[in-house]
């Protein structure tokens, strides 16, 4: 199984392949005697066949890409804790009283600590966001490359159809029924932060 260009997704193959390429010619001519209009949509098994594969793929998809993004989901819960908890941190030591200056310049000095500490963790969180963009677009570019496999699969199929048919009609008119897509999974963590980020862009346009 091919692989994408921008991440280890399963996208689909560029071609049918030698057997399963001939196999559909084959199904093509011997269903073109029960199907003897080549412009009608009827899913026929070899058409069932190719949308259940290609589903197949798309399943797969989904399950990398979940796969993919749970590690950046339990990170990020872990550095919102940690910031949570060093937040609390920096606003308690800027209220306690200073009786001294030693004291102040100690306080002082904790909290720009305490600070870098947090920026460090937002730069991971920032890292972590930009990894699950990535790993979404890889996933969308994956399941639409299943979905044209199949539009693939079913024009050799079909191709070979119409040119068995007695009611012979150019190749190229093949009518390719509908692609039953699956849903992409969906990371409610990355979902929110695609939304944020949409509106942000509006907001400055």
């Not at 073109?32 to 209009?37: G, L, N, R």
């Not at 990170?75 to 937040?87: I, K, V």
């Not at 040119?163 to 150019?170: D, G, T, V």
């Not at 029924?177 to 907001?203: H, K, T, W, Y």
Request: glycine content about 4%; overall charge positive; some cysteine.
């Amino acid at each position: 199984m091919a692989r994408s260009k921008f991440s280890d997704a399963p996208i689909a193959p560029r071609r049918p392949g030698y057997w399963l390429g001939g196999k559909l010619r084959r199904q093509g001519r011997q269903d073109a005697k029960k199907y003897m209009d080549a412009q009608d949509y009827t899913r026929t098994h070899a058409l069932i066949q190719a949308q259940s594969k290609c589903q197949s793929g798309q399943h797969e998809v989904n399950q990398w890409f979940i796969k993919a993004t749970e590690p950046l989901i339990s990170g990020n819960a872990r550095l919102e804790m940690e910031s949570s908890l060093l937040s609390q941190k920096i606003a308690e030591l800027k209220a306690k009283p200073v009786t001294s200056e030693r004291l102040r310049r100690s306080n002082e000095s904790e909290v720009e600590s305490l600070v870098a500490q947090l920026t460090n963790l937002k730069a991971q969180r920032n890292v972590n966001n930009s990894t699950g963009k990535s790993l979404t677009l890889a996933a969308e570019e994956a399941l639409n490359s299943w979905e044209s496999h199949y539009q693939l699969l079913a024009g050799v199929y079909l191709r070979a159809k119409i040119r068995r048919s007695k009611n012979s009609a150019p190749s190229s008119q093949a009518n390719v029924p509908l692609f039953e897509s699956i849903p992409m999974a969906r990371v409610e963590v990355f979902d929110e932060l695609a939304q944020s980020n949409e509106n942000s862009g509006r907001s400055k346009s």
